[in-house]
């Protein structure tokens, strides 16, 4: 089937729907093969499948996935790091 | 290829999301629709093929019968899962379906059986969520089977959804290209029970043969059994029953709708307090042949129609507040109308409204307005001005009707020059049949086609008053009336 959709961008409610508000996050959680979704943050149980995010109203674009990406990879720097300061210290302290 | 418009889904108590639930024997003629039965066909776990629309099994057992059943391919590492249109049959170990599936070699899928819920069609929501994207594309068909009754019990409904956060969103219809998606009820009327919210933000549907029971819900009341948001809904409802079921909620609440032959009742009862039946709040409606009695609340309320609504038809009896209730109407876009309606034993006035767009552009003709005897209520309540401005907006906009047993006719306003103030004569109200007696006979302003000795083709020959015309022997009364009222 042909991917409608890109992966990790992240959108935001435009208006308010029942139980969630407007102004929510909705991040890409595809831990179901074949059915990607993306799910609200603070609501989980608000959903929109990804093969129709782009048909759906009512959505906005907050993040594309380059920018998603880009902080992914941000992320991962700082982790790294930590890492590498907690061995040098880590290091240090055997010695 | 993909998933037609033409293709039929089917759901059904015993069904289960992971069967097919989809026969399509237009596109792909010649096979036997199993999507309508409980449990698939055929189900199998070797399914292989290799990035062609051709699928394989060594277990096998495909039949010629399954041509425009749909196959779905719920698992399979390398198979794009969905659902697929067996479009050939080869021979009992191979099929081809409408497009390719990818390359695998131990795809689980089944052909045939229906679904349980519609929520197999969702694409988003707050509600549970299907394993697999939604088949459905518009003028898709998904016929919603019930157990035989046209108006089950309360205490028996076929589809329960819980309370709590479960509503869903769905592919639009789309009357430009494919159709609108219709959801008909089957094998009599189906009853669901539910929060007060099924379909939230989708337009473009067909909404038929269905019982709807809901449970209170204070989120979802408002809302309504589907619901776009403050859009227009782009929607026919017809032959629905709603039973408020003592709950504060409201049928219907939106806009760009027609609504006909549908009735909302309250068997629940309660007290003053919940929602209209019918609250029309964006886009205008048309409403026919509706009967809404009992309700907590209005029958009717017009809350801010920015385009033309047209009542017609209607029973709007024994409501808790008022009948119809006209509290914002932008006249921009022409005149709407009110006509034929009966409205009878509301506890507060009959129709009440809020001038002056609705005295100039509103037409309120042909209608019963009766019995509305507690103590204060008025048949025509206008809130604003005084009957001298008001008589100066109407211009001859509200005649032809027929006010009794009112506390008191009209406030704020003068009678039309053809009001009756009479009996209508109503036949039998306990047992819910509003046919008027002689006394209006004749009485309404002519309408074309329906009776009008005006029309040359009419063998009718007269209009009268009140939404249920009366029938005589040998010709004459109104037309004949077909409409869906049980009695």
Not at chain 1, 2 to 9: I, S, T
Request: proline content about 4%; aromatic content about 10%; glycine content about 14%.
């Amino acid at each position: 089937m042909e991917r409608h959709w890109d992966f990790n961008m992240q959108y935001k409610l435009k208006v308010d729907f029942p139980d969630v508000p407007a102004g929510e996050i909705l991040e890409l959680d595809d831990s179901n093969p074949g059915h990607p979704v993306y799910r609200s943050v603070n609501y989980p149980y608000f959903w929109v499948s990804a093969n129709f995010i782009d048909t759906f109203q009512d959505i906005e674009v907050v993040k594309t996935e380059e920018e998603v990406l880009s902080e992914l990879e941000d992320q991962k720097a700082q982790i790294e790091s930590q890492i590498s300061e907690v061995s040098i210290k880590a290091n240090k302290g055997l010695k | 290829m993909a998933i037609a418009s033409v293709m039929n889904w089917y759901v059904r108590a015993g069904g289960a999301e992971t069967n097919g639930g989809g026969y399509d024997g237009t596109t792909y003629p010649g096979g036997v629709n199993y999507a309508d039965q409980d449990s698939p066909q055929l189900s199998l776990s070797d399914l292989t093929s290799s990035n062609s629309t051709t699928i394989t099994s060594v277990t096998g057992g495909f039949t010629a019968n399954m041509v425009g059943n749909v196959l779905r391919i719920a698992s399979g590492t390398g198979a794009t899962t969905g659902y697929y249109v067996i479009a050939t049959y080869v021979d009992t170990n191979t099929i081809t379906v409408d497009r390719v599936s990818g390359t695998y070699t131990a795809g689980v899928g089944k052909i045939g059986g229906a679904h349980a819920w519609i929520n197999s069609y969702a694409n988003g929501g707050g509600g549970t969520q299907p394993v697999l994207t939604t088949p459905l594309v518009a003028g898709n068909t998904i016929w919603l089977r019930g157990a035989g009754s046209t108006d089950p019990s309360n205490s028996s409904p076929d589809y329960t959804v819980a309370n709590g956060t479960n509503y869903w969103t769905f592919p639009n219809g789309n009357i430009n290209s494919g159709g609108p998606i219709k959801l008909y009820g089957y094998n009599g009327r189906p009853l669901i029970k539910f929060p007060n919210l099924i379909g939230y933000t989708t337009t473009g549907w067909v909404f038929s043969n269905l019982k709807l029971l809901p449970q209170n819900s204070p989120t979802y009341d408002s809302l309504g059994f589907w619901n776009n948001a403050g859009g227009a809904m782009d929607s026919k409802i017809t032959d629905v029953i709603y039973d408020q079921n003592g709950t504060n909620g409201v049928f219907f609440n939106g806009g760009g709708v027609r609504i006909t032959n549908c009735e909302a009742r309250n068997t629940g009862g309660g007290t003053i307090g919940g929602y209209p039946g019918i609250n029309i709040n964006s886009y205008g409606a048309y409403v026919e042949n509706v009967w809404i009695h009992d309700f907590r609340g209005n029958g009717i309320t017009i809350a801010n129609a920015d385009f033309l609504f047209n009542i017609r038809g209607c029973l709007i009896t024994n409501n808790l507040a008022y009948g119809i209730q006209i509290s914002n109407n932008n006249l921009s876009y022409g005149v709407s109308s009110i006509q034929n309606c009966t409205i009878d034993g509301n506890k507060l006035d009959g129709v009440r409204i809020a001038g002056p767009n609705a005295l100039y552009g509103v037409i309120l003709r042909n209608c019963n307005i009766t019995n509305h005897s507690v103590s204060g209520s008025y048949g025509l309540y206008v809130s604003t001005d005084s009957a001298t401005v008001n008589d100066a907006l109407n211009i001859g906009n509200w005649d032809y009707n027929n006010f009794y047993g009112n506390d008191s006719n009209y406030h704020n306003v003068s009678a039309g020059a053809h009001d009756l103030n009479v009996d209508p004569q109503y036949t039998n109200t306990a047992g819910n049949d509003y046919s008027v007696g002689t006394n209006l006979k004749a009485k309404g302003f002519p309408l074309i086609p329906i009776g009008s000795t005006a029309n040359p083709s009419s063998t009718q020959g007269y209009t009268d008053i009140g939404a249920v015309q009366r029938q005589e022997s040998g010709g004459g009364g109104g037309a004949t009336y077909t409409g869906f009222f049980i009695q």
